[in-house]
Every structure is written in C-alpha cells, then in structure tokens.
C-alpha cells in the first residue's frame, strides 16, 4: 500500500521567514497530494492540494510542488504569521479510483513573533 | 451552512464498553469518511460510506468496529467492547460526491479509561 513520509517533525522559523515541509510517497499511482492544517482541538483543515498533472500551485502565500519522477512534493509557506502556526499533513491518495487518503505524521510548525 | 458535525466531542468509555460515535455530514453530501488519529501520528483511513452502503472499509479493524450511514440521520461508528488501545481521536468527513478535498469535523476524543 501507500506509505507517505513527511519532514521535518517540528519546524521553527521567525514570523516573515519561508517554511519548507517535505514529502514522499511510495505508490507511483497516486495522482492527488492535498495539504491539511490542523490546529488544537480542531479537525484538519484542506488549504491546499495538487493532482499529478500540474507541478506547481499557489494560493496567496502557500504554493505546493509536485515532482512526479521523484515521487515528493513539498509545501512552501511564504511570509509566516503567527496565526500560521499549527500542525500540517500532507497526503496522498492510493490512486485505482480509491477515495481514501494515506496521510504524513504531520509537522509541527511554530511561528515566532 | 453547518460544517461536519459530530458528537460527541469528548468521550469516556471503561474497558469492555461500547462506544457510539455521531457524525452529521455537511448539507447536500452524501458520502462520509471516518479516519482515526493516534497521539503524534498522522489521520488513519477507516471506513468510506455512502448512503445506506459500505463503499470501502479495507481500513477498519476486523472485530468489534463497524459503520453504518442510513438513510435518514447521522453516519455512526460503533465500537463495541472498547480496549485501552482504542483511545484516540475519530475524525469524520463529507463530500458531495466522490471527490476529493472533503471537509473534516472536529471529531471526537475517545478516552478507554
């Protein structure tokens, strides 16, 4: 099955500093890689995701990454606020018309004012 | 426009007990999606329903958990004689249709005490 590894676990940067997060996936059939946010106590929000025919999406200061051959994509946070700060996962799905996802364990991310 | 809804939002079982957990889907979806999250892990595929039918459930443990989306009211997870290693988070998720990017509730909190 599919197995997604996300880095790094925690991440600190300074509010206005880039963050970067990391992922691979193993099953050469998947073709959606969707992000989720997660803030305490709440349940994962999707902020961004991109399908296997597009290398690159932006959405204000979030943009995701896609290469195919190397099997990982990444998301790229510009501009970090403090409100920017949660625990993200990113996914990807099993591909064969299946609707699950198989998710990263999720990267703590901490914006310092 | 009501999200995801589910409830209980936090819950405590003693070994040997049953637990029910209830999620509403938003307004006008008709597919839902139950995922389980352990402390510091990433969200775990269990079940996909529909209206009425199991559509894929190859991630629910074979004994003592089952899932049921009936036609009229909320999409249940039952667990029945619940053991320590049950506690966790239980995330619930809707969409129009099957697609992709469906939105999470806020799930409920399973304590095995």
């Known amino acids: 099955g599919e197995n997604v590894e996300q880095h790094p676990s925690t991440l600190s940067v300074q509010e206005g500093d880039s963050a970067v997060i990391k992922c691979t996936y193993s099953?050469?059939?998947?073709?959606?890689f969707p992000w989720y946010k997660q803030e305490l106590g709440k349940g994962p929000q999707l902020i961004i995701d991109?399908?296997?025919?597009?290398g690159e999406k932006k959405d204000q200061r979030i943009a995701v990454t896609l290469n195919k051959t190397a099997k990982h994509f990444s998301l790229h946070i510009t501009e970090t606020q403090p409100e920017d700060s949660a625990v993200y996962f990113c996914?990807?799905?099993?591909?064969?018309?299946?609707?699950?996802?198989?998710f990263g364990k999720g990267t703590k991310l901490s914006v310092i004012p | 426009n009501a999200g995801v809804m589910q409830n209980p939002r936090h819950l405590v079982r003693r070994r040997g007990q049953e637990a029910r957990l209830r999620c509403s889907p938003m307004?006008?979806?008709?597919?839902v999606y139950w995922y389980r999250q352990l402390p510091e892990e990433g969200l775990k595929f269990m079940v996909y329903?529909?209206?009425?039918?199991?559509?894929?459930e190859s991630g629910m443990p074979k004994e003592r958990f089952s899932a049921e989306f009936p036609k009229e009211g909320p999409s249940i997870l039952r667990i029945q004689q619940v053991v320590r290693g049950d506690s966790a988070a239980y995330f619930c998720?809707?969409?129009?249709?099957?697609?992709?990017?469906?939105?999470f509730g806020s799930g409920t909190r399973l304590t095995v005490v």
């Open positions: 998720a809707s969409s129009p249709g099957a697609v992709y990017g469906y939105t």
């Open positions: 099953d050469s059939a998947s073709n959606y």
């Open positions: 991109i399908r296997s025919n597009v």
């Open positions: 996914a990807a799905d099993p591909g064969a018309g299946s609707y699950q996802l198989t």
């Open positions: 307004k006008g979806h008709s597919h």
């Open positions: 329903l529909q209206k009425e039918n199991i559509i894929d």
